[in-house]
């Protein structure tokens, strides 16, 4: 069983094998939560996302889909960085949002991370209504295999988004 925690805070700061990022298919960085593991984990982290444009992604990280880098100066050992879709109110992308989740827990667990946290992915710039970001990242974190990873942490940054996160969970019980 994987334990499941909903914390408020920066995940920059948080003390985890593997923190995830909620980054754009450029993998060089953005705004958010992005520009916030790029400035404070420094550039060894931006020179391994540009190995990763050279080498596996030339044409970017499709979304969905997660990749590894070091996490520099960050109290984690890892960054996993996974592209979130753009919220869109015709179109259900919600499965693509549900394999962020479940393709950074894949690349944790195969880097033998015991421990993840992970921002609302899409929640902020790609504007995916927090109480179904939420909705789906639970889905995922509740039904996933047993992996080497026994604790995953959802970080939500401010005391708001925390509540609403609570308030999810609760009425899924
Ligand atoms: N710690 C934890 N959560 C944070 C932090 C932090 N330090 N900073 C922001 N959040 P966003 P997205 C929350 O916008 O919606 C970038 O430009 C934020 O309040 O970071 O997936 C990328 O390069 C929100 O709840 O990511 C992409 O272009 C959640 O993290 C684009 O933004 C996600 O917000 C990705 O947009």
Redesign the pocket.
């Known amino acids: 069983m994987m334990e499941i925690e909903l914390v408020q805070?920066?995940?920059?700061a948080v003390r985890v094998d593997a923190i995830v990022n909620?980054?754009?298919s450029s993998l060089l960085?953005?705004?958010?939560?992005?520009?916030?593991i790029h400035r404070r984990g420094g550039s060894a982290i931006l020179a391994e996302c540009r190995a990763l444009r050279a080498s596996r992604y030339g044409r970017g990280l499709p979304t969905g889909q997660a990749v590894a880098t070091t996490a520099g100066n960050l109290p984690a050992s890892w960054v996993v960085h996974t592209v979130?879709p753009v919220w869109s109110a015709s179109e259900d992308r919600s499965s693509l949002l549900r394999d962020c989740y479940a393709n950074s827990l894949r690349v944790a667990d195969e880097l033998g991370a015991t421990s993840v946290a992970f921002?609302?992915?899409?929640?902020?710039?790609?504007?995916?209504p927090?109480e179904d970001a939420v909705r789906q990242a639970l889905a995922v974190l509740t039904a996933a295999r047993p992996t080497t990873v026994t604790r995953a942490r959802l970080?939500?940054?401010?005391a708001t988004?925390h509540a609403t996160a609570v308030g999810v969970r609760e009425r899924l019980r």
């Open positions: 805070g920066d995940i920059t909620a980054a754009n960085g953005g705004g958010g939560v992005d520009g916030a979130g921002p609302l992915i899409s929640a902020g710039i790609y504007r995916w927090v970080v939500l940054f401010d988004t």
